[in-house]
């Protein structure tokens, strides 16, 4: 009886020997390389923020700095160009509908103020010395309309100039404050110019009155006959 199982047994055991070896295979796991994996993202991810950050602050500063902030029409309603483009502008400046009507008013309300003779008195002279002093009156006239309207139009500037600089106090960026200084610096530059054509106007003027002085010369001489003639005996 135990011979055969002694067989089996040999049996089995030689079939397990002859059998292929079977090896268990597990997973191995790098703990270290997924530590510096974990780490590299991180870094990645601060790395992104501080980007983030810094693209807003990038855009802060370029907004801060540019852009339209209305500046420009700022004192939108002031007159500017008050005062005639040439000379032909400058003697029509004490007619009616002429188109500076506040230099036309100062025109007309000096010619009133110093016309002395009446309009019976003017009849009475020739027609030659009536055009010279009705030029005269003009003449007189427009530098007196035009200091009126330079001093006015200057202390409206002055005053308006002064509100651009108290404006530069509340200005909510940087691009607000050069807006406003450039402002001011135009609004200088302006008027500046505008002392300059006063000046070239006041000489328009003056450069009248002398021509009237020098034909109220020859007037008189064509009114006293050539002096030439004037001392010789008449028979």
């Known amino acids: 009886m135990r011979t055969p199982r002694i067989g089996t047994w040999l049996g089995f055991a030689l079939l397990i020997a002859t059998a292929p070896a079977v090896r268990a295979q597990f997973a191995v796991i ?102 010279q002093l009705q030029s005269q009156r003009q003449s007189a006239a427009l530098l007196l309309g035009l200091t009126h309207e330079a001093l006015a139009n200057a202390s409206g500037r002055f005053a308006a100039l002064q509100q651009l600089i108290d404006a530069i106090g509340h200005a909510s960026d940087p691009k607000a404050a050069l807006d406003l200084q450039a402002r001011i610096s135009a609004e200088a530059g302006m008027l500046q110019n505008e002392g300059t054509k006063l000046q070239v106007l ?34």
């Open 30 to 131: 790098d703990v270290a390389s997924l530590t510096q994996l974990v780490t590299e993202v991180q870094t990645l991810e601060q790395q992104l923020a501080t980007a983030r950050s810094q693209l807003t602050q990038a855009q802060a500063q370029f907004q801060a700095l540019t852009g339209d902030r209305g500046m420009e029409r700022l004192l939108s309603g002031m007159a500017r160009n008050y005062l005639p483009t040439d000379a032909a502008a400058l003697q029509s400046a004490a007619q009616a509908g002429s188109a500076f009507a506040a230099l036309n008013a100062d025109v007309r309300a000096a010619l009133l103020a110093e016309s002395a003779l009446s309009n019976a008195q003017l009849a009475a002279l020739p027609p030659q010395a009536v055009a």
């Open 202 to 235: 006041f000489q328009t003027v003056h450069a009248d009155e002398q021509a009237d002085t020098q034909r109220t010369r020859e007037l008189t001489i064509a009114g006293h006959g050539a002096f030439a003639g004037r001392f010789q005996p008449h028979p």
